[in-house]
């Protein structure tokens, strides 16, 4: 990308019924410290029914943010779509709306992407302080064997690691890549195949940064989170293995389809019965040993919601 001491930057946040967790997040961005003239913060609301849309509406936002409201509930790959045409910038940083950020956010991304050959950084995420330290928290945030933060600062980091709740990009990168595709509803999905896109232009051109901090405000809870997995399984991630099959070790979905050994392991192991006894084993478990049942029921879900679809 070009060098420049102070690339302007478009933040663009999702939202839809954030509630008081948004708000937060707001508060946060007003308090960013990058210059205001080289800053845009576009807020997409997605069509909320909760008080967003009135409190957005009656709030006395700083000039450089503007606001984007979609009239019905469009789904994520549309809001950040909204967000991505608006954008004027030439870094784009995507932050999910239950965010907070430290002042530096935007120089830290900056910063990350004014390294040679960086198209793309994945940013760090940390829990809010306020949140009850759970063993799943610990899995999300603490675990060195999960997420980007495993790879270290500026070392390669491979796509399926690049999500959208804490990233940036240049507009290079933006403009090659094009719009996430709006088929995907739900959890998952859209924003694997857009880095997975964006890899296939830019090999070796995503890297993390511990030092561009995004801060979780949600407490996850395990029935949720498997919900969601559930649900990518049977909608979204079918549809990315019948396009891209060679996605299918990045995805772990080699314990749902082909003949390998972890396919027959989910066969014989994955079942209904493992999720009573593993689930039951889970809340019993101390930190750490509480990680690999944790890490066995997530995939156990996505391959239950990818089974069910294949039964449709």
């Given at each position: 990308m070009t060098d420049l001491t102070q690339p302007r930057i478009s933040i663009i946040v999702p939202v839809y019924n954030g509630g008081k967790l948004f708000r937060k997040t707001v508060a946060s961005l007003e308090e960013l410290t990058y210059p205001h003239e080289q800053l845009q913060i576009i807020i997409v609301n997605d069509g909320s029914t909760d008080d967003t849309g009135s409190w957005l509406s009656t709030r006395q936002l700083p000039g450089h943010f503007e606001v984007i409201t979609h009239r019905k509930n469009r789904g994520r790959a549309a809001t950040r779509n909204s967000g991505l045409i608006t954008a004027g910038g030439d870094l784009l940083i995507f932050l999910d709306g239950?965010?907070?950020v430290k002042p530096d956010f935007a120089e830290q991304h900056a910063k990350a992407l004014s390294r040679p050959g960086i198209e793309a950084v994945a940013g760090r995420m940390i829990p809010a302080p306020e949140l009850k330290r759970t063993r799943l928290q610990r899995y999300l945030f603490e675990y060195p064997r999960r997420g980007a933060r495993q790879f270290g600062e500026n070392k390669h980091l491979p796509y399926q690691y690049l999500i959208t709740g804490n990233m940036s990009?240049?507009?290079k990168a933006a403009d090659a890549v094009g719009l996430f595709d709006e088929e995907f509803?739900?959890?998952?999905?859209?924003?694997?195949l857009y880095a997975y896109k964006l890899w296939k232009i830019f090999p070796g051109g995503i890297r993390y940064s511990a030092a561009a901090v995004a801060i979780d405000q949600h407490q996850y809870k395990l029935d949720e989170l498997l919900d969601k997995y559930y649900h990518y399984g049977k909608y979204n991630l079918p549809r990315l293995l019948d396009d891209y099959p060679e996605m299918t070790p990045a995805l772990r979905a080699d314990y749902i389809v082909g003949n390998s050994i972890k396919r027959l392991f989910g066969d014989?192991?994955?079942n209904s019965a493992?999720?009573?006894?593993?689930?039951?084993k889970y809340k019993i478990m101390p930190?750490?040993?509480s990680n690999w049942v944790l890490r066995l029921l997530l995939i156990g879900a996505l391959r239950k919601g990818f089974k069910h679809r294949k039964a449709i």
């Open positions: 239950d965010m907070r990009i240049t507009r509803q739900g959890y998952g999905g859209e924003d694997i014989l192991v994955l493992f999720f009573a006894v593993g689930k039951l930190y750490p040993l």
